[in-house]
């Protein structure tokens, strides 16, 4: 993560930045069915820093480490000449031949969503147009500390296989299209079930941008986006105890890569277009 | 590694980085008695660089995971601002009990060598005061594309306990004080045993630097410097087969910490001073 190109530090507390920078991280690895082991954390400091802020750097990484059980082991702290930048490898362990790909998709598999979509994006708003992070605290811990999806993912996988997996970094819509030209298939989305953090919806819509299609290309999501088999999904929905802690939204199916990414709305269907963040674009 | 603080690309050829990434970080596992078994790379790109470029770096990548059996099985690449950087995470192993430590060094250990030193900081000079790369061909070699001494301390391990152990990045006397530090003991090097790469010798005198002096502080050379038990190690080298390929040199002993770190010149002592590079310093 580098200042300036992934992150502002103008408005993100260095502890936020030091849990979201081990957070996505540990995201990678759940969204290929592994548990975090370990991980090394290399710091690159221009000169000016201070051991304070250091510091506060490091209490959230460890916040986050404790949290999902991950310890860092190692890295390496460096001068930087100009921007501050943190890298960070995590290391993940995974049963062989349990591992999720992108690829390993079936037509006819339903697409389903981790948790409710758009937050991050409103955060990242509030905070860099100058607001405080009390008017819409939700999204802001969302883009500032966002939860990643370890036990969500587990309780799931003991219950079904996950046929393909991804995490949402760059916005909904390009991680579908990910999932399908990896698996060599297309996609049917339904776009009202597309699920929305109502929070965000006076953000949105104070901007003249429906929260669906704001939800859509909202990135640093870190929700899971996966497809499953329609029985085995639909078996686990009806037997599940009151008490599952996870919220699962089904939103599509893959279809015949002859019919292309689609998204249907209000009965007829458009072409589905990835948003979002592309680095080299 | 970020350009500007550890590496000049107008001097630097772009696979030679690659490998010199790969490779240091690689000799950080040998030195604590590991195997390195993977490696992840992530590369922050100035947006003005080519895909050539890149091509170039990872080929000095990939000669070095091949070379030392150490593969990159992930990683990022991202925008960077200003300076390009390379941040490498290589995962090791080690057998339980078996790791090397900075501080498991004993009172009366021998101290050793391994290689011949001076030769990487000249490299780096003879390259950044515009000489081609043929008129020092070994120290260049060695400040371009050092190589880390794997087998060398695989085989040494195999025929005698290696109490403590450090590579020398920074500059041997720097890296002799880190061992005592770490061992709460003392030193007495023998300046004269020190094993110095003649080829450097012309470069250093002509400036007025007496080689041995050079070598002292010349950082970036990867060799190994460890201590041993006294008779282990002698009978190593009276049993040794001539066709043992591991140039070692004893270079002094471990002493009490009350007499300090001391360098031994023609009868008498000296302190040892520490050299070389330091971040932060």
Known sequence: LVEGVHFELYYTPLNSLGWKSLA??????????GLPVCSVVTLGLPEEWEVEQIDALYEGIQQCARTYN????????????SSFFISVAVIGEVKEGY????????????????????????????????????????????FLEPNVRLKEIRMLQGVMKIHSMIDISDGLSSEIIHLCRASGLGC???????????????????????????AL??????????TVDRGEFYQWQTSKRTDDFVKVTIIGEMI??????LIERVGAKFPLIPSGWDHFS
């Open 188 to 214: 049917l989305i339904q776009e009202e079930n597309i699920p929305l953090l109502e929070e965000a919806r006076p953000w949105a819509e104070a901007r003249g941008i429906p929260l669906l299609n704001w």
């Open 70 to 81: 991950c310890p860092v082991v190692g890295g390496d702290t460096i001068k930087s000449p």
């Open 256 to 261: 015949s890569p002859d019919e292309g990414f």
């Open 24 to 33: 996505v991280n540990i995201s990678d690895i759940i969204s290929m069915g």
């Open 99 to 142: 591992e999720i790909k992108r690829s390993g998709a079936n037509e006819g598999d339903l697409i389903c969503v981790t948790g409710e979509l758009g937050g991050s994006s409103t955060g990242r708003e509030v905070l860099s147009t100058g607001n405080t992070k009390n008017e819409y605290p939700i999204c802001v811990k969302r």
């Open 217 to 226: 290309s909202s990135g640093e999501e870190y929700e899971l986006l996966f």
